[in-house]
DNA sequence: TGTTCATATGAACAGTTGTTCATATATTGT
DNA sequence: ACAATATATGAACAACTGTTCATATGAACA
Protein backbone atom coordinates (compact mmCIF):
# COMPACT_ATOMS: atom_id res chain seq x y z
CA UNK A 1 0.00 0.00 0.00
CA UNK A 2 1.00 3.37 -0.72
CA UNK A 3 4.43 2.76 -2.29
CA UNK A 4 5.09 4.86 -6.09
CA UNK A 5 2.74 7.48 -4.81
CA UNK A 6 3.21 11.34 -4.44
CA UNK A 7 4.57 11.39 -0.77
CA UNK A 8 3.77 13.66 1.77
CA UNK A 9 7.14 14.58 3.90
CA UNK A 10 6.51 18.47 3.87
CA UNK A 11 3.55 17.95 6.90
CA UNK A 12 3.93 20.51 9.18
CA UNK A 13 1.09 19.05 11.57
CA UNK A 14 3.30 17.16 14.00
CA UNK A 15 3.74 19.36 16.98
CA UNK A 16 0.91 20.25 19.21
CA UNK A 17 0.82 23.62 21.18
CA UNK A 18 2.59 21.79 24.12
CA UNK A 19 3.73 17.94 24.64
CA UNK A 20 0.30 16.96 24.97
CA UNK A 21 0.77 13.95 23.21
CA UNK A 22 2.81 11.09 24.00
CA UNK A 23 4.82 9.74 21.35
CA UNK A 24 4.93 5.94 22.22
CA UNK A 25 7.02 4.38 19.02
CA UNK A 26 8.92 7.37 17.96
CA UNK A 27 10.46 5.97 15.35
CA UNK A 28 7.86 3.81 13.80
CA UNK A 29 5.44 6.88 13.62
CA UNK A 30 8.39 8.84 12.03
CA UNK A 31 9.29 6.24 8.96
CA UNK A 32 5.58 5.89 8.56
CA UNK A 33 4.90 9.20 7.72
CA UNK A 34 7.38 9.80 5.51
CA UNK A 35 5.54 7.01 3.29
CA UNK A 36 2.17 8.26 3.65
CA UNK A 37 0.33 9.07 -0.16
CA UNK A 38 0.03 12.93 0.23
CA UNK A 39 -3.44 13.77 1.36
CA UNK A 40 -5.06 15.03 -1.55
CA UNK A 41 -4.18 10.83 -2.69
CA UNK A 42 -5.86 9.67 0.33
CA UNK A 43 -9.10 12.24 0.28
CA UNK A 44 -9.67 10.96 -3.71
CA UNK A 45 -9.45 7.01 -3.10
CA UNK A 46 -11.85 7.85 -0.03
CA UNK A 47 -14.10 9.60 -2.09
CA UNK A 48 -14.53 6.49 -4.59
CA UNK A 49 -15.22 4.49 -2.10
CA UNK A 50 -17.76 6.79 -0.62
CA UNK A 51 -19.30 6.91 -4.30
CA UNK A 52 -19.61 3.16 -4.17
CA UNK A 53 -21.16 3.11 -0.36
CA UNK A 54 -24.61 3.55 -0.99
CA UNK A 55 -26.66 0.55 -1.70
CA UNK A 56 -28.88 2.30 -4.26
CA UNK A 57 -26.03 2.67 -6.62
CA UNK A 58 -24.19 -0.89 -5.25
CA UNK A 59 -27.22 -2.31 -7.06
CA UNK A 60 -27.23 -0.31 -9.81
CA UNK A 61 -23.37 -1.45 -10.37
CA UNK A 62 -24.24 -4.65 -9.80
CA UNK A 63 -26.98 -4.81 -12.60
CA UNK A 64 -24.62 -3.03 -15.02
CA UNK A 65 -22.41 -5.80 -14.24
CA UNK A 66 -24.26 -7.62 -16.24
CA UNK A 67 -25.94 -5.60 -18.81
CA UNK A 68 -25.92 -1.74 -20.29
CA UNK A 69 -28.97 -0.62 -19.23
CA UNK A 70 -31.04 2.51 -19.55
CA UNK A 71 -32.87 5.00 -17.05
CA UNK A 72 -36.26 3.89 -16.90
CA UNK A 73 -34.46 -0.04 -16.98
CA UNK A 74 -32.92 0.42 -14.30
CA UNK A 75 -35.64 2.08 -12.26
CA UNK A 76 -38.27 -0.43 -13.33
CA UNK A 77 -35.64 -3.09 -11.94
CA UNK A 78 -35.34 -1.78 -8.71
CA UNK A 79 -38.77 -0.19 -7.91
CA UNK A 80 -37.23 3.79 -7.62
CA UNK A 81 -38.35 6.78 -8.85
CA UNK A 82 -36.50 7.30 -12.39
CA UNK A 83 -35.56 10.31 -11.13
CA UNK A 84 -33.94 9.22 -7.81
CA UNK A 85 -32.11 6.68 -10.42
CA UNK A 86 -31.01 9.31 -12.38
CA UNK A 87 -29.43 11.11 -9.68
CA UNK A 88 -27.35 8.29 -8.47
CA UNK A 89 -26.15 7.73 -12.23
CA UNK A 90 -25.61 11.20 -12.29
CA UNK A 91 -23.07 10.44 -8.99
CA UNK A 92 -21.26 7.56 -10.71
CA UNK A 93 -21.22 9.19 -13.86
CA UNK A 94 -18.71 12.32 -12.29
CA UNK A 95 -16.60 9.93 -10.22
CA UNK A 96 -16.27 7.63 -13.92
CA UNK A 97 -17.50 4.55 -12.69
CA UNK A 98 -20.35 4.54 -15.89
CA UNK A 99 -19.97 5.40 -19.27
CA UNK A 100 -22.82 6.79 -21.23
CA UNK A 101 -23.84 5.65 -24.77
CA UNK A 102 -26.75 7.67 -26.12
CA UNK A 103 -29.24 5.75 -29.01
CA UNK A 104 -31.63 8.28 -29.87
CA UNK A 105 -33.71 9.08 -26.77
CA UNK A 106 -32.48 6.06 -24.86
CA UNK A 107 -29.00 7.18 -22.86
CA UNK A 108 -27.31 3.55 -22.11
CA UNK A 109 -25.58 2.85 -19.11
CA UNK A 110 -22.70 0.78 -18.68
CA UNK A 111 -19.54 -0.34 -15.96
CA UNK A 112 -16.47 2.19 -17.78
CA UNK A 113 -13.37 0.54 -15.29
CA UNK A 114 -12.47 -2.42 -14.09
CA UNK A 115 -11.49 -1.34 -10.88
CA UNK A 116 -15.07 -0.93 -10.19
CA UNK A 117 -15.63 -5.21 -10.43
CA UNK A 118 -12.36 -5.93 -8.89
CA UNK A 119 -13.11 -3.64 -5.81
CA UNK A 120 -16.64 -4.91 -5.80
CA UNK A 121 -15.39 -8.34 -5.51
CA UNK A 122 -13.15 -7.57 -2.75
CA UNK A 123 -15.98 -6.07 -1.02
CA UNK A 124 -18.10 -9.20 -1.73
CA UNK A 125 -15.19 -11.41 -0.66
CA UNK A 126 -14.98 -9.66 2.35
CA UNK A 127 -18.47 -9.96 3.32
CA UNK A 128 -18.96 -13.10 3.09
CA UNK A 129 -15.72 -14.22 4.76
CA UNK A 130 -16.66 -12.15 8.24
CA UNK A 131 -20.27 -13.70 7.92
CA UNK B 1 -20.30 -9.78 -10.40
CA UNK B 2 -22.70 -11.53 -8.98
CA UNK B 3 -21.66 -15.20 -9.39
CA UNK B 4 -21.95 -17.81 -7.27
CA UNK B 5 -24.17 -15.70 -4.56
CA UNK B 6 -27.30 -15.87 -3.11
CA UNK B 7 -29.74 -14.62 -5.06
CA UNK B 8 -32.96 -12.31 -5.01
CA UNK B 9 -35.19 -14.12 -6.81
CA UNK B 10 -38.00 -13.56 -5.16
CA UNK B 11 -38.76 -9.96 -5.32
CA UNK B 12 -42.16 -8.64 -5.22
CA UNK B 13 -41.61 -4.86 -5.69
CA UNK B 14 -42.45 -5.32 -9.71
CA UNK B 15 -45.63 -3.78 -10.47
CA UNK B 16 -45.75 -0.39 -9.21
CA UNK B 17 -49.24 0.41 -8.33
CA UNK B 18 -50.09 1.30 -12.52
CA UNK B 19 -48.27 1.22 -15.70
CA UNK B 20 -46.23 4.04 -14.94
CA UNK B 21 -42.71 2.80 -15.60
CA UNK B 22 -42.64 1.83 -19.05
CA UNK B 23 -40.43 -1.08 -19.57
CA UNK B 24 -38.10 -0.27 -22.37
CA UNK B 25 -35.74 -3.57 -22.09
CA UNK B 26 -38.66 -5.61 -20.52
CA UNK B 27 -36.17 -9.03 -21.75
CA UNK B 28 -32.95 -7.33 -20.39
CA UNK B 29 -34.78 -6.57 -16.99
CA UNK B 30 -36.02 -10.08 -16.15
CA UNK B 31 -32.66 -11.70 -17.09
CA UNK B 32 -30.56 -9.00 -14.81
CA UNK B 33 -33.37 -8.98 -12.09
CA UNK B 34 -32.72 -13.11 -11.88
CA UNK B 35 -29.13 -12.93 -11.42
CA UNK B 36 -28.52 -9.63 -8.66
CA UNK B 37 -27.28 -10.80 -5.51
CA UNK B 38 -29.88 -10.47 -2.78
CA UNK B 39 -30.51 -6.61 -1.16
CA UNK B 40 -28.76 -7.88 1.87
CA UNK B 41 -25.65 -8.70 -0.08
CA UNK B 42 -25.48 -5.67 -1.59
CA UNK B 43 -26.21 -3.72 1.55
CA UNK B 44 -23.21 -5.24 3.26
CA UNK B 45 -20.86 -4.60 0.93
CA UNK B 46 -21.84 -1.19 0.10
CA UNK B 47 -21.63 -0.88 4.33
CA UNK B 48 -18.17 -2.20 4.12
CA UNK B 49 -17.10 0.61 1.28
CA UNK B 50 -19.03 3.29 3.72
CA UNK B 51 -15.92 2.40 6.42
CA UNK B 52 -13.82 2.91 3.57
CA UNK B 53 -15.18 6.22 2.86
CA UNK B 54 -13.85 8.54 5.39
CA UNK B 55 -11.02 10.19 4.40
CA UNK B 56 -9.59 9.85 8.08
CA UNK B 57 -9.90 6.32 8.16
CA UNK B 58 -8.66 5.85 4.83
CA UNK B 59 -5.12 7.58 6.11
CA UNK B 60 -5.48 4.98 9.21
CA UNK B 61 -5.58 2.43 6.75
CA UNK B 62 -2.40 3.61 4.96
CA UNK B 63 -0.47 3.92 8.21
CA UNK B 64 -1.76 0.27 9.34
CA UNK B 65 -0.45 -1.14 5.96
CA UNK B 66 2.97 0.08 6.74
CA UNK B 67 3.01 -1.02 10.41
CA UNK B 68 1.05 -1.75 13.37
CA UNK B 69 0.55 0.96 15.51
CA UNK B 70 -1.20 2.37 18.74
CA UNK B 71 -4.12 4.88 19.28
CA UNK B 72 -1.59 7.74 19.99
CA UNK B 73 1.36 6.70 17.71
CA UNK B 74 -1.98 7.56 15.08
CA UNK B 75 -3.41 10.64 16.78
CA UNK B 76 0.57 12.25 16.47
CA UNK B 77 0.84 10.74 13.10
CA UNK B 78 -2.02 12.47 11.92
CA UNK B 79 -2.49 15.58 14.11
CA UNK B 80 -6.11 14.38 15.53
CA UNK B 81 -6.81 13.93 18.86
CA UNK B 82 -6.78 10.29 20.59
CA UNK B 83 -10.55 10.23 20.94
CA UNK B 84 -11.24 11.17 17.35
CA UNK B 85 -9.02 8.51 16.22
CA UNK B 86 -10.24 5.59 18.88
CA UNK B 87 -13.76 6.31 17.36
CA UNK B 88 -12.80 6.00 13.40
CA UNK B 89 -10.68 2.51 15.09
CA UNK B 90 -14.09 1.19 16.93
CA UNK B 91 -15.77 1.43 13.13
CA UNK B 92 -12.89 -0.16 11.41
CA UNK B 93 -13.10 -2.71 13.97
CA UNK B 94 -17.05 -3.24 13.84
CA UNK B 95 -16.31 -3.96 10.18
CA UNK B 96 -13.37 -6.76 10.63
CA UNK B 97 -10.71 -4.19 8.75
CA UNK B 98 -8.45 -3.70 11.36
CA UNK B 99 -7.42 -6.10 14.21
CA UNK B 100 -5.84 -5.56 17.43
CA UNK B 101 -3.26 -7.05 19.83
CA UNK B 102 -2.97 -6.06 23.73
CA UNK B 103 0.60 -5.78 25.32
CA UNK B 104 0.00 -4.67 28.66
CA UNK B 105 -2.07 -1.01 28.72
CA UNK B 106 -1.24 -0.52 24.71
CA UNK B 107 -3.15 -1.77 22.19
CA UNK B 108 -1.78 -2.57 19.04
CA UNK B 109 -3.96 -2.30 15.58
CA UNK B 110 -2.98 -3.82 12.22
CA UNK B 111 -4.84 -4.54 9.16
CA UNK B 112 -6.85 -7.41 9.39
CA UNK B 113 -7.86 -8.28 5.65
CA UNK B 114 -5.69 -8.40 2.55
CA UNK B 115 -9.46 -7.19 0.72
CA UNK B 116 -8.61 -4.18 2.06
CA UNK B 117 -5.59 -3.56 0.62
CA UNK B 118 -6.34 -5.18 -2.88
CA UNK B 119 -9.68 -2.94 -2.50
CA UNK B 120 -7.19 0.02 -1.53
CA UNK B 121 -5.56 -0.52 -4.80
CA UNK B 122 -8.08 -0.29 -6.71
CA UNK B 123 -9.40 2.52 -5.77
CA UNK B 124 -5.79 3.94 -6.06
CA UNK B 125 -5.57 3.07 -9.30
CA UNK B 126 -9.01 4.27 -10.68
CA UNK B 127 -8.48 7.92 -9.41
CA UNK B 128 -4.42 8.25 -10.60
CA UNK B 129 -6.06 6.65 -13.81
CA UNK B 130 -9.07 9.77 -13.98
CA UNK B 131 -6.36 12.10 -12.88
C1' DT C 1 -5.01 -0.38 47.15
C1' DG C 2 -4.66 3.74 44.91
C1' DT C 3 -2.85 6.35 41.18
C1' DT C 4 -1.42 6.86 36.57
C1' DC C 5 -1.73 6.27 31.84
C1' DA C 6 -3.68 4.29 27.34
C1' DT C 7 -7.79 3.67 25.39
C1' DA C 8 -12.83 3.58 25.10
C1' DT C 9 -17.44 5.44 25.29
C1' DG C 10 -21.68 8.77 25.56
C1' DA C 11 -24.06 12.81 24.33
C1' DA C 12 -24.62 16.47 21.30
C1' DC C 13 -23.86 19.52 17.65
C1' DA C 14 -22.54 20.92 12.70
C1' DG C 15 -22.05 19.40 8.30
C1' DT C 16 -23.18 16.18 4.68
C1' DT C 17 -26.15 12.95 1.94
C1' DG C 18 -30.13 10.88 -0.63
C1' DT C 19 -34.66 11.32 -1.67
C1' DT C 20 -38.95 13.69 -3.38
C1' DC C 21 -41.46 17.05 -6.09
C1' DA C 22 -41.46 20.19 -9.63
C1' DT C 23 -39.48 21.74 -13.72
C1' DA C 24 -36.12 21.85 -17.58
C1' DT C 25 -33.55 19.93 -21.57
C1' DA C 26 -33.04 17.13 -25.59
C1' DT C 27 -34.41 14.02 -29.32
C1' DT C 28 -37.77 11.63 -32.24
C1' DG C 29 -41.99 11.32 -34.99
C1' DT C 30 -46.01 13.72 -36.97
C1' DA D 1 -42.79 23.51 -35.73
C1' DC D 2 -45.20 20.86 -32.25
C1' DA D 3 -46.19 17.20 -29.20
C1' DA D 4 -44.45 13.21 -26.89
C1' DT D 5 -41.04 10.85 -24.44
C1' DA D 6 -36.47 9.86 -21.98
C1' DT D 7 -33.51 11.85 -19.08
C1' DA D 8 -31.54 15.63 -16.33
C1' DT D 9 -31.53 19.21 -12.89
C1' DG D 10 -32.80 22.47 -8.75
C1' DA D 11 -34.51 23.29 -4.34
C1' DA D 12 -35.60 21.58 0.03
C1' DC D 13 -36.20 18.56 3.73
C1' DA D 14 -35.23 14.38 6.81
C1' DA D 15 -31.81 11.22 8.03
C1' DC D 16 -27.21 10.12 8.79
C1' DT D 17 -22.08 10.92 9.93
C1' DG D 18 -17.83 12.50 12.23
C1' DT D 19 -16.06 15.39 15.44
C1' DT D 20 -15.55 17.50 20.16
C1' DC D 21 -15.87 17.58 25.12
C1' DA D 22 -16.51 15.17 29.15
C1' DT D 23 -16.27 10.98 31.46
C1' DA D 24 -15.50 5.98 32.10
C1' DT D 25 -12.94 1.71 31.77
C1' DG D 26 -8.99 -1.24 32.53
C1' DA D 27 -4.18 -2.50 33.11
C1' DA D 28 0.30 -1.59 35.46
C1' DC D 29 3.32 0.18 38.85
C1' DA D 30 4.07 2.42 43.52
Keep these: MAQDLPYA ?16 HEEAVRTVRE ?7 TQA ?4 FRVMSDPTRMRI ?3 LGQSELCVCDLAA ?5 ES ?4 QLRTLRAARVVRTRREGRIVYYALDDHHVRTA ?3 GEEH ?3 VL
Design 35 to 41: RMPAPEV
Design 61 to 63: LCA
Design 45 to 48: VADF
Design 77 to 81: LLGMS
Design 9 to 24: NNQTDIAPDCCETSFI
Design 84 to 87: AVSH
Design 127 to 129: VLE
Design 120 to 122: YKM
